[in-house]
């Protein structure tokens, strides 16, 4: 048995060598990556409508594991809840082990859910872009392979949407990476939350090498990239508030 990213697979001696080379050298880059990859990006031009009465809305995204994605927007003011789970399959396969094997149609995905009078739609897709994972990288995020760790964003509503699609398309004319963003928009998808030891995993594991390596640089960067939207204190899922 191998470590590979996240997951344990039975290898023969010589994919043993050879994943524990590529493992390391992409660990190294992932880490790279998420300690120095962050940047300063223009925010949406286009935003969602204000409604003034709405005092919460949920996003769903999926930014590779969902452990570094759900530890982001934890720390991020205006976030009420942040839950990991699968997205883009059915139910009936929205279980770890199966979704693990890429073949599901889900992703890891995060649902947020947010106060809008506190954080827009189009900051969440900011940050979502610049701190919480690397939108050019195709059906992977660092050491993970697979499109279970595709970027993907999850629209609930057409003028989620239409933020998104904007988002994207006025990124790319801008040249704020240094390739095209693969992250696709995938509709009328539903979310099925993860398994309870997946939940708050950063918070309860912050030693946790793979947390070290790939996700704590994510929350640094949150922190001076967004310093305004920053919270010390991370919003758990065992605590959070009801939605709505």
Not at 41 to 56: L, M, V
Not at 91 to 116: C, M, N, Q
Not at 129 to 138: K, M, N
Not at 173 to 178: D, I, K, P
Request: aromatic residues 10%; proline residues 7%.
């Amino acid at each position: 048995m191998i470590f590979d990213g996240k997951h344990y697979r039975r290898l023969g001696p010589w994919a043993v060598l050879t994943v524990l080379v590529t493992s390391g050298l992409m660990t190294l880059n992932a880490s790279l990556s998420s300690a120095d990859g962050a940047r300063p990006i223009p925010a949406p031009a286009q935003d969602e409508s204000s409604n003034p009465g709405a005092t919460s809305e949920i996003a769903v995204l999926a930014g590779g594991c969902f452990w570094g994605v759900q530890g982001v927007f934890q720390h991020v003011e205006g976030v009420a809840n942040a839950v990991s789970g699968y997205a883009g399959g059915d139910s009936r396969a929205a279980h770890y082990d199966l979704v693990s094997t890429g073949t599901t149609g889900h992703a890891e995905s995060v649902e947020i859910t947010f106060d809008p009078r506190r954080i827009s739609y189009g900051r969440i897709l900011q940050i979502f872009f610049s701190v919480a994972h690397d939108p050019t990288e195709l059906n992977r995020q660092g050491p993970d392979v697979g499109t279970q760790y595709r970027s993907a964003i999850f629209p609930m509503s057409r003028e989620q949407q239409r933020v998104a699609e904007a988002y994207i398309a006025q990124l790319n004319q801008a040249h704020a990476f240094g390739q095209s963003i693969v992250t696709t928009i995938e509709t009328g998808k539903a979310f099925f939350p993860a398994e309870d030891h997946h939940q708050d995993f950063m918070a309860r594991n912050p030693h946790h090498r793979y947390i070290v390596v790939n996700d704590l640089p994510k929350v640094k960067n949150l922190q001076r990239l967004f310093p305004a939207l920053y919270r010390t204190e991370p919003v758990l899922v065992s605590s959070a508030p009801p939605a709505g």
